[in-house]
C-alpha cells in the first residue's frame, strides 16, 4: 500500500533529515514510527502528501509512483490519505460540522451527500451531538477527534498521523488509539509517528524506528 525505496530527503540548511530509507506497509496494516526528536519523523510523513518532495528515491502510493506527480495530480493523491497532527489545525471559526465538512467542500461533494457523510464520521469518533459546537468549546481529546473526523470523512485507505497524542493525558491517548484500531480492523493501513514508547508497548504493532534519519528498524 505504501512503499519507500531508498528516499533521502537533504534539506540545504540542515543536511540529510532522512537517508537511504526504505520499507513497504501492507494493506491494512497497522505502524508506529518512532524515534528521537529531529530524527526525521515528520520529514518521512510530509514526503507521502507531497508537502515536501524527496532528494533521491522513490515513493509508491497505491501502486502509484509519487515522485512525478504534477501540482494537478497532487489533490487526487491527497484523497487517498487522512492526515492527523498533533495540534489538530482546527479552523476555530467554523463549527464543528464545518471543519469536518471541509474536504468534502473542498471535493465538491453536493450539500446532502456532505452532511450524510460528515454525520458518519462525527458519529464515529463520538461527537455527533457536538456539531454546531466550536473547537475553542471542547476538549483537547475532543478537538483531536474533530480532527480525526476530519481525516476520515472522505475515506481514506491510509491514514497518517503525526504524534497524535502528544497533546493529550494517557487515557484520552488510548482512547484515540482505540480508534486507530477500530479503522484499523475495517482494512485501513496507518502509520502513526509518536514519541510514546508506554503506548506502542501496550499496542504491540510493527514499529519503523528512526535514528538521525536512516530507520534502524522496522524497513
Ligand atoms: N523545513 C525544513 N527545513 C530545514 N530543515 C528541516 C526542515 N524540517 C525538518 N528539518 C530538519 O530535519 C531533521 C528532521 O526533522 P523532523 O522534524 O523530521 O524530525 P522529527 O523526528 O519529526 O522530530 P520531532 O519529534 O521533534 O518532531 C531535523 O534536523 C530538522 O531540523
Given at each position: 500500500?505504501?512503499?519507500?525505496?531508498?528516499?533521502?530527503?537533504?534539506?540545504?540548511?540542515?543536511?540529510?533529515?532522512?537517508?537511504?530509507?526504505?520499507?513497504?506497509?501492507?494493506?491494512?496494516?497497522?505502524?508506529?514510527?518512532?524515534?528521537h526528536s529531529g530524527a526525521g519523523k515528520s520529514t518521512l510523513l510530509r514526503l507521502i502528501p507531497v508537502?515536501?518532495?524527496?532528494?533521491?528515491?522513490?515513493?509508491?502510493?497505491?501502486?502509484?509512483?509519487?515522485?512525478?506527480?504534477?501540482?494537478?495530480?497532487?489533490?487526487?493523491?491527497?484523497?487517498?490519505?487522512?492526515?492527523?497532527?498533533?495540534?489538530?489545525?482546527?479552523?476555530?471559526?467554523?463549527?464543528?460540522?464545518?471543519?469536518?465538512?471541509?474536504?468534502?467542500?473542498?471535493?465538491?461533494?453536493?450539500?446532502?451527500?456532505?452532511?450524510?457523510?460528515?454525520?458518519?464520521?462525527?458519529?464515529?469518533?463520538?461527537?455527533?451531538?457536538?456539531?454546531?459546537?466550536?473547537?475553542?468549546?471542547l476538549s483537547g481529546g475532543e478537538q483531536q477527534r474533530v480532527g480525526i473526523a476530519r481525516a476520515i470523512?472522505?475515506?481514506?485507505?491510509?491514514?497518517?498521523?503525526?504524534?497524535?497524542?502528544?497533546?493529550?493525558?494517557?487515557?484520552?491517548?488510548?482512547?484515540?488509539?482505540?480508534?486507530?484500531?477500530?479503522?484499523?480492523?475495517?482494512?485501513?493501513?496507518?502509520?502513526?509517528?509518536?514519541?510514546?514508547?508506554?503506548?506502542?508497548?501496550?499496542?504491540?504493532?510493527?514499529?519503523?524506528?528512526?535514528?538521525?534519519?536512516?530507520?534502524?528498524?522496522?524497513?
Amino acid at each position: 500500500m505504501l512503499e519507500f525505496q531508498n528516499v533521502t530527503k537533504r534539506y540545504s540548511e540542515s543536511g540529510d533529515a532522512l537517508s537511504e530509507v526504505s520499507f513497504a506497509l501492507e494493506p491494512g496494516e497497522l505502524a508506529f514510527l518512532t524515534g528521537h526528536s529531529g530524527a526525521g519523523k515528520s520529514t518521512l510523513l510530509r514526503l507521502i502528501p507531497v508537502i515536501e518532495r524527496p532528494t533521491r528515491g522513490k515513493i509508491v502510493l497505491d501502486g502509484q509512483p509519487i515522485n512525478r506527480l504534477t501540482q494537478r495530480e497532487i489533490p487526487f493523491l491527497r484523497r487517498k490519505l487522512g492526515l492527523i497532527f498533533q495540534d489538530y489545525r482546527l479552523l476555530h471559526d467554523r463549527t464543528v460540522f464545518d471543519n469536518v465538512a471541509l474536504p468534502l467542500a473542498i471535493a465538491g461533494y453536493s450539500p446532502v451527500e456532505i452532511g450524510r457523510r460528515v454525520r458518519a464520521a462525527l458519529d464515529k469518533v463520538g461527537l455527533l451531538r457536538k456539531e454546531k459546537r466550536y473547537p475553542k468549546g471542547l476538549s483537547g481529546g475532543e478537538q483531536q477527534r474533530v480532527g480525526i473526523a476530519r481525516a476520515i470523512v472522505h475515506k481514506p485507505p491510509v491514514i497518517l498521523a503525526d504524534e497524535p497524542t502528544g497533546n493529550l493525558d494517557p487515557e484520552l491517548s488510548a482512547e484515540i488509539m482505540g480508534l486507530f484500531r477500530e479503522f484499523n480492523a475495517v482494512g485501513v493501513t496507518l502509520l502513526i509517528a509518536t514519541h510514546d514508547l508506554g503506548l506502542i508497548s501496550r499496542m504491540a504493532c510493527r514499529r519503523l524506528r528512526l535514528h538521525q534519519g536512516r530507520l534502524l528498524e522496522g524497513g
